[in-house]
């Protein structure tokens, strides 16, 4: 065997390995796993490529809380940030329906994931013998979710369709076809009894088919379709809960946000876990004290306005402080954020995700306008704009959610991949020479261009202008004019890709402000008299 075949051998192994072993882990428990890589290891097996596995990143677990299969931890908010929220946007309502994304390509990535996680349930129940324990998982997650539709009737629901019930007939032997079909019937009866009359009905039709299905499902067929209509029931379980979480949200909202009771709160909350804990501010003081540095350093805040105890001064330090959180480098994290705003987290992490992809498409696209105009008298007008056009459009509307820099730019590139047309791939091809068929290495150098700079590269370069951009317009009037950004940026583009978070973020200083303002003056006092 030559070294190439080897190599690939090696690499299909490997593979395989990383298929099945979340899968183990998923089923198996960590405890149980553990003890299996103890035992390889003792054996004399290499596993150090086994022990970065978890159930933390797991993707299996990974796939049921971002398919259907909601963490009710997860999809309810706790008190204080609910007040919150709806402090910063009195309208929120959950979204009742959670099976479109607007971007395409992420759609199709994430129906791959749904279907994936569905097709493991089934395979669970192909074995011999069958192992359930996952499809438990979901069933309880289903009992739960009807729960909090009927909150007084637990014991009766989780003694109808609970996953314990499931195993205990299992177990016994007596978990027979009919028997299933007769479950989920009364799950789902049990469901469309918590839902409005509107909802009812449209249920009532999809759930007509689906009986249908199991009513004439072949021996052969029953396990798909087992699994098929058990999404669907979570999918319609976790409908109902959102539509009655809302039902409840409006008046809360109203009450929240009349004569300052959810900022007073908020207030009283912080109040009380200082009470618990003296010393729990352990990361605003520090995080003012740096903010405040760098804006003297800059020359963004003059520091006799601070000695002076100037409140334009406090309030201009207090948003660059905020803003300093959405335009790091590294996302901040719960160990990381000021206490002050740890209910602001998910919407500053969010706002980090965009700034930093922000960064990323402007980069790429300057990247790819260079390349394009270097063949640009090869190119037909209509192709060369064509594409430029594109790449506009898709950067303009691609969510980058929260991913980490390392992957980010491989994301881009295969949803962009997933969604070029043959002309935009025979345009890309062309950049390169020797010319030749398209692939995605033609597109990631197409989007991935060097930095004349040795110290930095044009992405950093990009990301200290964006930083700046945010900063002011943070803090100005949204009609203020750009500062003074590289002019292959496509100032315009990034500007009104900026808007719509830069709006979230003027909310969520303001917020702040409200809130904790005393208390930011206080700190910043604090930080003034221990200037050198």
């Known amino acids: 065997m030559n070294g190439r075949h080897y190599d690939e051998m090696r690499r299909l192994v490997a593979a395989h390995r990383d298929s099945l072993w979340p899968k183990l882990l998923a089923v198996a428990g960590s405890d149980h796993t553990g003890q299996i890589i103890d035992e390889l290891r003792a054996s004399g097996f290499d596993v150090e490529d086994l022990t970065h596995w978890s159930l933390e990143s797991n993707p299996f677990v990974i796939m049921v809380d971002s398919s259907e299969v909601e963490s009710k931890t997860e999809e309810k908010l706790d008190r204080e940030g609910m007040v ?20 395409g390509a992420l759609q199709r990535v994430r129906t791959c994931f749904q279907d994936a996680f569905w097709r493991s349930l089934a395979d669970d129940l192909r074995l011999e013998p069958p192992c359930c324990a996952r499809v438990i998982k979901v069933l309880d997650e289903v009992a739960s979710g009807v729960v909090d539709l009927f909150p007084s009737r637990e014991a009766e629901i989780k003694g109808l369709i609970g996953g314990e019930q499931w195993l205990r007939r299992f177990e016994a032997g007596i978990l027979q076809w009919p028997t299933c079909v007769e479950l989920i019937r009364t799950t789902m009866l049990t469901v469309m009894e918590g839902q ?3 909802c009812r009905r449209a249920t009532e039709e999809e759930w007509a088919v689906k009986r249908l299905e199991l009513d004439e499902a072949a021996p052969e067929q029953q396990v798909d379709t087992f699994c098929r209509t058990l999404q669907f029931v979570l999918s319609t379980v976790n409908r109902a809960r959102r539509e009655k979480a809302n039902e409840q949200i409006a008046p809360a909202s109203r ?5 300052d009771h959810g900022v007073i709160y908020l207030q009283d909350m912080l109040a009380k876990h200082i009470r618990q804990d003296p010393g729990y501010l352990r990361v605003t003081p ?4 740096r903010a405040m540095q760098r804006a003297i350093d800059s020359h963004l805040v003059q520091r006799s306005e601070l000695v002076a105890g100037s409140q334009e001064s406090y309030r201009a330090l207090h948003a660059l402080a905020v803003t300093s959180l959405v335009t790091a480098k590294e996302p901040v994290t719960r160990e990381t954020c000021p206490e ?3 209910v602001a987290l998910p919407n500053l992490r969010t706002l980090n995700g965009s700034f930093r992809f922000a960064a990323l498409a402007a980069d790429m696209m300057r990247s790819a306008a260079a390349h394009l105009r270097i063949e640009r008298h090869r190119l037909p007008p209509q192709q060369y704009n064509g594409l430029l056009h594109h790449l506009r459009e898709f950067f303009a509307r691609f969510d980058p959610c929260t991913m980490e820099d390392e992957v980010m730019p491989e994301q881009v590139v295969l949803a962009l991949d997933a969604e070029l047309t043959d002309e935009d791939r025979e345009v ?4 390169f020479k020797p010319a030749g068929p398209y692939n995605r290495t033609c597109l990631r150098s197409l989007l991935q261009r060097g930095s004349r700079d040795p110290d930095r590269t044009y992405l950093e370069v990009v990301r200290a202008c964006m930083e700046q951009h945010w900063l002011r317009l943070s803090s100005m009037d949204l009609e203020a004019p750009d500062v003074r950004i590289p002019t292959n940026m496509l100032a315009e583009d990034a500007r009104e890709r900026a808007l719509p978070h830069i709006r979230l973020l003027r909310k969520i200083i303001s917020l702040d402000l409200r809130v904790h303002g005393d208390r930011y003056n206080a700190l910043i006092a604090d930080a003034v008299r221990d200037l050198p």
């Open 84 to 103: 919150y929220t709806l402090l910063l946007n009195p309208s929120f309502r959950f979204q009742t329906e959670l099976d479109t994304i607007p971007d």
């Open 196 to 198: 409005s009359e509107r």
């Open 255 to 259: 009450f929240i946000n009349q004569n």
């Open 286 to 289: 520090a995080w003012i004290r």
């Open 340 to 342: 002050t705003l740890l």
């Open 428 to 431: 890309v091809a062309a950049c």
